[in-house]
């Protein structure tokens, strides 16, 4: 309790008594020791204030003062007292990067879209001091063969990019790199609307038909993801509708209808396939 | 010595109401109408005596105890076996001295809420009693056979907490509210339309609304319950209906959409065929939405929920309705249903689509 007390005194009359500075050091990046030298003799109480660190403890006057490297990891303002009454005050900046927290956004885009994909880059050294000097990050976007990229400079350690999402479907490698740093995020991108949606009548039974598309596309060619629905709709000569809300699988889709004299269309969403004119002996 | 009397009282007034129940459980009052006939069957099934109303059962129908018992309480988990019948109500049809058709409109309370059951009951005169000739539902026993499935499902790993900050996790399935209509029906106020999942993974969505007053004050928030599929895979397009008891539309001035999703885990199985889809009009006029559901795989499918959303020429939704069915889908087996359709907008339906929900109790998603 004490001790708080006596840290503000003692800054308080650092602040009054500007007269007695020791040699403040220059340069200082985090992570590096520091030597301050001092004058006088006999001991004295050092404090040292730092914005995530606090010591203190007693120094010979006339011998350096040593803060050792890791008292001096966080970047910031750092202050030195001695009971003596001298101070220094020095900033420690951060380390080279070291470090690369980075958001890329969203986890799946569709192929071919423009400015979808967003990154942003926060440049840390290896204590997790924001690196505020400009850096030039690269952002590089690469799927099948398809490659990206853009050299941005940070502004208060932040560089930030807008993408094109590329003409493959796939597991895109989006990569912040700052020198031997790198970071990699996954963007899915996946495939848009069908394409040229076509169904035929795979097989007959006595109990219906069964009807299958063929392998569903985008109009890139890359393959719509299994599991979107595709609808198979027969309107039967006397009016009624059936409809089968059936899944891609394995890249195409596949219904039961019944036996029924029709028409039958299939769909996927607001894309329509071909139409085939059902049982009755014609197809 | 007085407590063993009072205790030896009280056994024998045990004894006597338990006989007195058992005889008038097993008490058979012969059916001297047709009406009776059938009113009894089914006032001993709301009693839970079964064996009660099978003795109004003509044996002439060939319909044993168990599965006249499967028929009133249903079987496979099907939306019946959480039923109970709550009230009977009977109509002569038709009737002779020895033959009679009754109409016997039964209103059941389910898991889901109330549901009607019609049907139209034949009855025999035998010697001087009438007797119903219960016909059984036919439910086609399928060969024994193995049903390939390509199984399509959805797993999540997310992100662990220990993970560094910025690192990516899988996001939520962007969904779009594709149209929205707010009418007014019997003092409510409904909002209805479609959503839809524009993503390529699954996921659980719904529908809020928030209405909004002259003054800007919230009138009501109300959320679509069971009028929208919850569960919608990639592309799936779902109807939605929210209802605001109460509320009149011209108190309304601006109405504030809430569609939310989650991303969950999930099967593209069973698909469900909806067969022979015709609007027509039902025994007492009124216009329904009828076909059958097949479903194409090869596990049972409990409770199947129908969601129909009507078009008017102009392509707007104009009206949502569903309904349960109260039997379960057994693989390759058709079931028929039945959802309303409002009279006053069946002039004004130029099309329609029907989409199937489905509770399986086996299933893991």
């Known amino acids: 309790m004490r001790a708080p007390v006596i840290l503000t005194l003692l800054l308080a009359l650092g602040g009054l008594a500007a007269a007695a500075d020791l040699p403040a050091p220059q340069n200082v990046v985090a992570g590096n020791a520091v030597s301050i030298p001092t004058s006088g003799s006999g001991s004295a109480t050092l404090y040292l204030v730092g914005p995530g660190h606090v010591a203190k403890r007693e120094v010979k006057l006339g011998e350096p003062i040593e803060l050792k490297a890791e008292e001096l990891r966080v970047a910031g303002r750092y202050t030195v007292l001695l009971s003596s009454g001298e101070q220094a005050s020095f900033f420690v900046t951060p380390a080279k990067p070291g470090e690369i927290a980075f958001l890329a956004r969203p986890s799946r885009v569709p192929t071919a879209k423009p400015g979808v994909i967003s990154g942003v880059a926060f440049v840390f050294d290896g204590f997790r001091n924001l690196v505020l000097q400009p850096t030039a990050v690269k952002f590089e976007l690469s799927v099948q063969g398809t490659n990206a990229s853009q050299t941005v400079e940070t502004k208060n350690g932040i560089a930030w990019t807008r993408m094109n999402s590329a003409s493959k479907e796939g597991a895109a490698q989006f990569v912040a790199s700052v020198g031997e740093v790198k970071v990699n995020r996954v963007v899915q991108q996946t495939a848009g609307e069908p394409c040229n949606l076509s169904m035929r009548v795979a097989q007959r039974t006595e109990k219906g038909i069964v009807v299958e598309t063929a392998p569903i596309r985008d109009c890139s060619g890359n393959a719509v993801p299994d599991g979107t629905i595709v609808t198979f709709s027969l309107l039967d000569a006397k009016g009624r509708r059936t409809t089968v809300d059936s899944r891609i699988k394995k890249g195409f889709a596949r219904a039961e209808l019944p036996n029924d004299q029709g028409t039958l269309s299939v769909a996927a969403g607001v894309v329509m396939g071909n139409e085939l004119q059902v049982g009755g002996g014609g197809q | ?365």
């Open chain 2, 1 to 365: 010595m007085k407590g063993h009397v009072l205790a030896i009282v009280m056994f024998v007034v045990l004894v006597v109401l338990v006989a007195a129940g058992t005889v008038h459980s097993a008490r058979f009052t012969p059916a001297r109408t047709p009406e009776s006939a059938v009113r009894s069957l089914f006032e001993k099934v709301k009693s839970n005596d079964l064996a009660g109303a099978y003795t109004y059962v003509s044996p002439s129908a060939n319909v044993d105890q168990q599965t006249f018992t499967k028929d009133i309480n249903g079987r496979d988990g099907s939306l019946r076996t959480y039923s109970k019948i709550e009230s009977v109500e009977t109509k002569v049809l038709r009737s002779d001295d020895n033959q009679a058709t009754v109409r016997a409109t039964t209103k059941w309370s389910t898991a889901v809420g109330p549901m009607f059951d019609t049907r139209d009951l034949k009855v025999a005169k035998e010697g001087s009693d009438w007797k119903v000739l219960w016909e059984s539902e036919k439910q086609a026993n399928l060969p024994p056979q193995v049903i390939p499935v390509n199984y399509l499902r959805w797993d999540i790993i997310r992100r662990g907490a220990d993970e560094d900050w910025g690192a990516q996790n899988v996001e939520s399935p962007r969904i779009r509210i594709l149209s929205m209509n707010a009418v007014e029906k019997d003092g409510s106020v409904v909002i209805m339309g479609e959503v839809r999942n524009e993503d390529t993974v699954p996921g659980f969505v719904s529908v809020g609304a928030t209405l909004l007053g002259k003054d800007g004050k919230t009138l009501g928030e109300e959320t679509s319950f069971d009028k929208v599929s919850h569960t919608l895979l990639p592309s799936e397009i779902s109807p939605y209906r929210i209802d605001f008891p109460k509320t009149k539309l011209s108190d309304v001035q601006s109405v504030r959409m809430q569609p939310a999703s989650l991303l969950i885990p999930a099967s593209a199985d069973p698909v469900i065929g909806v067969l022979h889809q015709r609007l027509e009009k039902d025994a007492s006029g009124r216009t329904v939405l009828r076909g059958e559901l097949v479903n194409q795989s090869g596990q049972t499918v409990n409770i199947p929920h129908v969601l129909a959303t009507y078009y008017d020429d102009a392509g707007r939704v104009i009206w949502v309705s569903d309904a349960y069915s109260d039997k379960a889908l057994l693989p390759q087996t058709p079931v028929p249903f039945s959802v309303d359709v409002r009279d006053d907008l069946a002039a004004n339906v130029h099309s329609y689509r029907v989409t199937v929900n489905q509770y399986s109790i086996d299933r893991v998603q």
